[in-house]
């Protein structure tokens, strides 16, 4: 199929080649309309209808994820991208109108949003269906080329794109590379108008740094340790709910806004943890390794990853629920662990996986120096009923986003930005944002030939530079002279 690229050849010729091709295609001009934009997310649209299925199957293959958590989380979310976009395109692509200073009078302003040109999407293997559709939404949106590198760790997911995609869109226009690492830094070696990452820091800089050779802007959308902050006012059936739901509901854990680590008082921990308990083994069972609603781990390397933090000295001894690992079912049950040292691995890189620290303080407001001795995280989560607590909060943690009461639903509204600060992500999107991570704002001035000033133009005397100061600072009399009084 066209839009497909062969991975058996695809190298940097090829990739070369394939750069190109779009850019004939983006200069022809077709990417830009109305009726091109909205056709293709009709046919987006109509994959995700008609291809549920197989895109839940094909989860389930890379990650054992449960058929209810695929359409909540993945599915659905990425049909309401689809359809948020093409409900609101048009209002998106008008030039918007801004007020004309006095200095160029007369005048009218507006600002054009103009696609960026051919962007690279490289999406991520924990959530492969949302994560790669939901920005090529928004690059077609934008009215860009766009080629989708999906995650090689999520092969099933990568290869299902490859093959219907380009049933439902413009093959000319929207490309899907598979691989890995050799035809990922065969695209990065490419010049493009805008490159969109999601992952770990460390591609994420690795992705930058190609970047940079071209001066190509990046959005990053990485991760962190998103702490969730439990006062003792809460109603605890309740947020312990959302807690695990948030935390082991979202892909056990492999999820970039995923609780990193709680955070409540010593004298509260006690109820806290047992409430915790209580619930996943309502959840899960007594034995969730044998859970269907448990995502496995995404393979060996990271089952490794996260049992190696679970094997590190003065860190087994915390835990106080959970524990138990099946390697060859790459399954770890949800665990608790308590008052981890601060200094252990657990603690210092984000975690990624069903493990949760649980650290305790005297007070609430301790938490807010610990929370922002680490790199700036993807979310914060305050769980409170205190309105004090709550506004100290927004105002002292920087994070990408902050819910309050609940875990991870932010995403869900596409009114609001998506993305992180510092090392958990540069750029957001989602809803308008998606359309303006992937547009550029360029402003346009545009004034007939009346209003002629002749106090701007050369020689400068002393009673021009007297309007010419006059009207710069608004003044009414220094522009009607400027207007009117010849020189």
């Not at 991760?223 to 082991?248: C, T």
């Not at 008082?265 to 619930?279: D, G, H, M, Y």
């Not at 662990?337 to 601060?342: C, E, G, Q, S």
Request: hydrophobic share 45%.
């Amino acid at each position: 199929m066209e839009g497909k690229i062969s991975t058996e050849v695809f190298n940097r010729e090829k990739a070369e080649a394939t750069v190109k091709a779009l850019r004939q295609s983006f200069r022809a001009g077709k990417t830009k309309t109305y009726e091109w934009r909205a056709s293709q997310l009709e046919g987006i649209a109509r994959l995700i209808k008609e291809k549920e299925s197989d895109i839940t199957e094909a989860l389930r293959s890379d990650l054992a994820k449960p058929e209810m958590e695929s359409y909540l989380h993945e599915i659905s979310l990425a049909k309401s991208a689809c359809l948020f976009a093409l409900k609101n395109l048009k209002k998106w692509m008008k030039p918007e109108k801004v007020p004309a200073a006095i200095t160029t009078f007369p005048s009218s302003a507006k600002i054009v949003s103009e696609p960026l040109g051919v962007v690279l999407v490289i999406s991520a293997w924990n959530y492969p269906f949302l994560l790669s559709i939901d920005p090529v939404i928004g690059a077609i949106v934008a009215g860009n080329a766009v080629v989708l590198k999906p995650s090689e760790i999520a092969p099933a997911t990568s290869e299902l794109f490859a093959k219907i995609l380009p049933e439902y869109v413009d093959s000319s226009c929207i490309k899907v590379v598979e691989g890995g690492v050799p035809e990922t830094t065969a695209l990065l070696e490419q010049k493009w108008d805008k490159i969109f990452y999601t992952g770990n820091g460390k591609v994420g800089r690795i992705v930058m740094a190609a970047a940079a050779k071209h001066l190509t802007p990046v959005s990053l959308e990485l991760g962190g340790k998103s702490p969730v902050l439990v006062d003792s006012d809460v109603n605890l059936k309740v947020a312990v709910k959302r807690i695990a739901v948030g935390k082991w509901g979202c892909n056990n854990g492999q999820a970039c806004i995923a609780p990193d680590y709680i955070i409540t008082t010593k004298s509260f921990a006690p109820q806290l943890v047992e409430a915790l308990k209580v619930t996943l083994e309502k959840f899960y069972g007594k034995n969730p390794l044998e859970s269907a609603d448990l995502s496995r781990i995404v393979n060996l390397n990271h089952f490794k990853r996260l049992t190696d933090l679970l094997d590190e000295e003065n860190v087994s001894e915390k835990i106080v629920c959970g524990g138990q690992t099946d390697e060859k079912q790459l399954k770890i049950a949800p665990t608790l662990l308590l008052d981890v040292p601060h200094d252990s691995l657990i603690m210092k890189d984000e975690i990624f996986g069903p493990l949760l620290p649980i650290v305790t303080v005297d007070n609430l407001e301790d938490s807010f120096e610990i929370i922002n001795s680490m790199s700036k995280p993807l979310a914060a989560y305050l769980f409170t009923k205190n309105k004090k607590l709550e506004q100290e909060f927004i105002s002292n943690v920087s994070a990408g986003g902050i819910l309050v009461n609940d875990i991870a639903l932010h995403l869900a509204n596409l009114y609001l930005p998506f993305g992180g600060v510092g090392e958990s992500g540069i750029g957001a999107y989602h809803g308008k944002f998606s359309f303006d991570a992937f547009s550029h704002k360029k402003a346009v001035l545009s004034r007939g030939f009346a209003g002629e000033a002749g106090a701007r133009y050369p020689p400068y005397t002393t009673e021009k530079q007297w309007i010419l100061k006059g009207l710069i600072n608004g003044s009414i009399v220094a522009l009607f002279l400027a207007l009117f009084k010849r020189f």
